[in-house]
């Protein structure tokens, strides 16, 4: 399942991300699936500048299973991949390693759910979405359409 994350980014650590056993606190890993997520919409996107207002994706659930510490020595990639899109929703699949060790730290399924703005409700995930994620993943998704 490795070779199925196209898009990686290296995360540094802060000082302030350790807890007092010396390990990354489990709330930040959040923040570091969250820094994954950015930077796949970017990279999908093919720009630095994502229209979050256009591109209207919400998280619905997330699910994470923490496997090992992430230490001061350790170095930090996340991997980021898009498992299935619906009519209104998209699943994420992200992963935390050690790429020196390859050792995975954490694991994370994400729903995400099409949402527009102005009328604070869902929506369905646009064909330019599909599009985007289908270039750049380099593999066709059938639409999973829910009755």
Known sequence: ???????????QPRFNDFDVMGHVNNTVFMNYFDIGKVSYFKAIWD??????????LVIARIETDF???ILISDRVVVRTTI??????SLELSQQIINPDTNQLKAAARTIMVGFDVSTNSAEPITEKCVEAITRYEGRPFKREISK
């Open 1 to 11: 399942m490795e070779n199925l994350y196209k898009h990686t980014i290296e995360i």
């Open 47 to 56: 720009t630095d500048l994502v229209d979050w207002q256009e591109f209207g």
């Open 83 to 88: 498992l299935r899109i619906g009519n209104k």
């Open 67 to 69: 496997i090992a510490p």
